[in-house]
């Protein structure tokens, strides 16, 4: 079992800055690809970023250049920076963990409870 508590959401002006926050309990977080996916009123959950075991990362083509993805594997976290915010990433964040990376949630077996980022124009 694997849990997951994310952090760090909140509301910022277009063209700011965020960083969430993904603790995993467990120690088996070192054999997990983490994901980040979010999820708008009315949209289905969406793919942001994944970061695999090795630290091989892909991100949707959406924030390419703009969001970075990364792991301490010392603190059990994941981090999802987020730069040059826009209203269009207003969405809930929520982590996520699979024993093999992937871009659909489907392949993802455990997830955090989500936090709220909201950017305004």
């Known amino acids: 079992q694997v849990q997951l508590v994310e952090s760090g959401g909140g509301l910022v002006q277009a063209g700011g800055s965020l960083r969430l926050s993904c603790a995993a309990s467990?120690?088996?977080?070192?054999?997990?690809?983490m994901g980040w996916f979010r999820q708008a009123p009315g949209k289905e959950r969406e793919f942001v970023a994944v970061?695999?075991?090795?630290?091989?990362?892909y991100y949707a083509d959406s924030v390419k250049g703009r969001f970075t993805i990364s792991r301490d594997y010392a603190k059990n976290t994941v981090y999802l920076q987020m730069n040059s915010l826009k209203p269009e990433d207003t969405a809930v964040y929520y982590c996520?963990?699979?024993?093999?990376?992937?871009?659909?949630?489907?392949?993802?077996?455990?997830w955090g409870q989500g936090t709220q980022v909201t950017v305004s124009s």
């Open positions: 970061i695999d075991r090795g630290g091989y990362t």
């Open positions: 467990g120690r088996t977080f070192s054999t997990y690809a």
């Open positions: 996520a963990a699979a024993r093999r990376s992937g871009t659909t949630p489907g392949s993802y077996d455990y």
